[in-house]
């Protein structure tokens, strides 16, 4: 096991009705003038936004708002949301949504107190050590930005997609209401079990030996999606299951799952240009790339997909090929996925097969070669990696 | 699966060397004068009071000593510690040790800024949400104190073991380096792992219907624990098995695996009057009592005991007598136990069966009848579990 730090510090408040602390939590952690920051103005159809607005007026704290906090989040908002910021006094950014709010709503956080662009934060990838505070209502479990440090972007000139991350940006609070998540469709409640899954992957596929409790933990968030899951596609409204993937999607990312072992990332590296070029949904992206990542670097650590194969998907061992069950593994993550309704192809994504060679181009523009990870991946290890999702 | 709150902002370092971080730390989270409170001064043996002393030398830290916090900690320790504080203007505690140390010093920490006597917390229940801030330097993986918000003290007057609960226990940081525990003996290591076992049962035992993720989070600390056990018991050297238990530890009883479903804690509190009158380890008398416990309450829930054979202990399912299987689980645990070194029964912690009817007694002089949990529990369900550790 290797060394490492671990702080967490986000209270989070969960279940029925958890929206009523919001006020109260605001006040806790500093905040005297808050923004608002939402995506397309769902959460003012679904109740989300007025229970918000109730508890910060019942705790008379003063907020603005600012919306458009689109999928895959870019620069141009974010811009305006620092502007806004200084220009208001805003000491508190409560994002509300999804991933794509919460995202856009650290890096608003960054910039405020930041001399210089915050887009130096992404493109270096010097950690934040200093942002406004923020707390987050989360209305569909997928990124886990709730309990993390992280926060991707993309940059509109040149539509580079890039992660930044920090201390800084671990939200104060976080208010999780499965009845939030009730309202979303059967494809962004699929894309947002596959960034989930996703998150464990990349953390689970790694060279660092000896790291049984994190192995088992991830596992443990696996077989919970593979449970809850179809139970979720089923019936939409189905709380119980909602909850479990609510809660699972938060612990997939804080860290606890990822500690003292090496991680992967590269399935996001990957998938990032899809969702930033093409628009679409990055758990849809994910779900092309992750499966194809997986063939193409089986071979580095067979009995490593093996034991995904077992411990995760119950698949039998074949004890005198393990190749064999290590691509069971593979393929059961495939129809699984499938069977949620997300796609299996690049062409699925609107993409084409002469894409392919500036996709791997354009990656390598914003991030250094090769891409260290589980496998270290060249220019052309990427390029096969997208053929193998045609 | 019910509504919860969660807040475990401690900052935890893990490995090699991870002591020297101490005194920034201190500073980090307020502290300016120092107490070191730790147990019977083994510390001293094993260098890691010298580590300790070196990082806050280094940051330019004054502190003073306490020592002599035994297993089971005890009330009067805890006064003098408040006196001595309050005398001497100690702003930060540093426990160095195991759950006795640790415990002991956040009873200090909650006395300390409190009026009143700080049994009436142990004795009340009522939550700690004020006391000097505390970091621990662990020395065993057992009681998870060092990233939960309990404290169990043992009150002289009566030998009343009892438990104290509150925010502000949470110890702001914690140092753990499994290097720090290869020098513990097998028969505390596994008290430690019975400890840690134990943590996990008394949650993974619910009524609480669908928590698949933390039923998942639960099986893998409990799998950890039965895959990394062998490895330390047959070389108490093993870095990676003292890691990946050591981490488990903390796992088990922060409450990640315990958030959003009814809890037990019965078998600990059977177990405290052991520990409390005949000073045996609390793990060795959780290896009596845990066991007896399950099979006293299996009926009230066959099925959740048959998955805790099947998904923890690998049991194969009978599924014309689940009951079958559900009883293997248990007779697989006590077997666990035994291979560890732990005893069976209250003869091996010199208890004899006439002093049951006292014991059962003695319980609910402290607490009220009945134990609330799994099942309730009254007197004579408590008589009659011990008369199953015969």
């Known amino acids: 096991?290797?060394?490492?730090?671990?702080?967490?510090?986000?209270?989070?408040?969960?279940?029925?009705?958890?929206?009523?602390?919001?006020?109260?939590?605001?006040?806790?952690?500093?905040?005297?003038?808050?923004?608002?920051?939402?995506?397309?103005?769902?959460?003012?159809?679904?109740?989300?936004?007025?229970?918000?607005?109730?508890?910060?007026?019942?705790?008379?704290?003063?907020?603005?708002?600012?919306?458009?906090?689109?999928?895959?989040?870019?620069?141009?908002?974010?811009?305006?949301?620092?502007?806004?910021?200084?220009?208001?006094?805003?000491?508190?950014?409560?994002?509300?949504?999804?991933?794509?709010?919460?995202?856009?709503?650290?890096?608003?956080?960054?910039?405020?107190?930041?001399?210089?662009?915050?887009?130096?934060?992404?493109?270096?990838?010097?950690?934040?050590?200093?942002?406004?505070?923020?707390?987050?209502?989360?209305?569909?479990?997928?990124?886990?930005?709730?309990?993390?440090?992280?926060?991707?972007?993309?940059?509109?000139?040149?539509?580079?997609?890039?992660?930044?991350?920090g201390e800084a940006l671990r939200p104060k609070f976080s208010i999780l209401n499965p009845e939030s998540t009730c309202t979303l469709s059967a494809y962004q409640t699929a894309c947002g079990i596959t960034d989930i899954i996703a998150h464990v992957c990349e953390r689970y596929f790694t060279n660092t030996k000896n790291v049984e409790i994190t192995d088992r933990l991830c596992e443990g968030v696996l077989k919970t999606m593979i449970e809850e899951s179809p139970k979720v596609m089923a019936n939409l409204q189905d709380y119980d299951a909602r909850a479990n993937i609510m809660w699972a999607g938060m612990v997939a990312h804080n860290n606890i799952c990822g500690v003292g072992r090496d991680q992967d990332w590269n399935s996001?590296?990957?998938?990032?240009?899809?969702?930033?070029?093409?628009?679409?949904?990055?758990?849809?992206?994910?779900?092309?790339?992750?499966?194809?990542?997986?063939?193409?670097?089986?071979?580095?650590?067979?009995?490593?997909?093996?034991?995904?194969?077992?411990?995760?998907?119950?698949?039998?061992?074949?004890?005198?090929?393990?190749?064999?069950?290590?691509?069971?593994?593979?393929?059961r993550l495939r129809q699984f996925l499938s069977s949620i309704g997300m796609p299996a192809t690049l062409f699925d994504l609107g993409a084409k097969e002469e894409d392919i060679p500036a996709l791997a181009a354009h990656l390598f523009e914003a991030k250094q070669e090769p891409l260290h990870g589980f496998m270290d991946l060249y220019r052309k290890d990427v390029e096969a990696i997208y053929r193998l999702a045609l």
Chains 1, 2 share one sequence.
């Open 1 to 165: 096991m290797n060394d490492f730090r671990f702080y967490a510090p986000t209270y989070f408040c969960f279940g029925r009705e958890s929206e009523k602390d919001i006020g109260e939590l605001v006040r806790r952690f500093g905040g005297t003038k808050v923004l608002i920051h939402y995506g397309g103005g769902s959460i003012k159809q679904n109740g989300v936004y007025d229970r918000v607005v109730a508890s910060l007026r019942e705790a008379g704290i003063p907020f603005m708002e600012l919306g458009n906090a689109l999928p895959n989040p870019r620069s141009g908002l974010v811009y305006s949301g620092i502007e806004l910021c200084r220009k208001e006094g805003i000491d508190f950014i409560l994002a509300v949504g999804g991933g794509s709010a919460i995202d856009s709503a650290k890096a608003i956080a960054a910039g405020v107190p930041y001399d210089g662009d915050f887009w130096d934060y992404y493109k270096t990838g010097k950690p934040i050590d200093s942002a406004l505070p923020i707390g987050t209502v989360l209305t569909i479990a997928a990124a886990g930005s709730e309990g993390s440090p992280d926060s991707v972007i993309t940059h509109e000139s040149g539509m580079y997609k890039c992660g930044a991350s």
């Open 268 to 331: 996001h590296n990957i998938e990032h240009e899809l969702s930033a070029l093409y628009d679409v949904a990055h758990g849809a992206g994910l779900s092309v790339v992750m499966p194809s990542w997986m063939k193409y670097v089986l071979h580095h650590d067979i009995n490593r997909f093996a034991q995904f194969a077992v411990r995760v998907w119950g698949c039998d061992m074949n004890f005198s090929n393990p190749e064999i069950t290590a691509e069971e593994g593979i393929l």
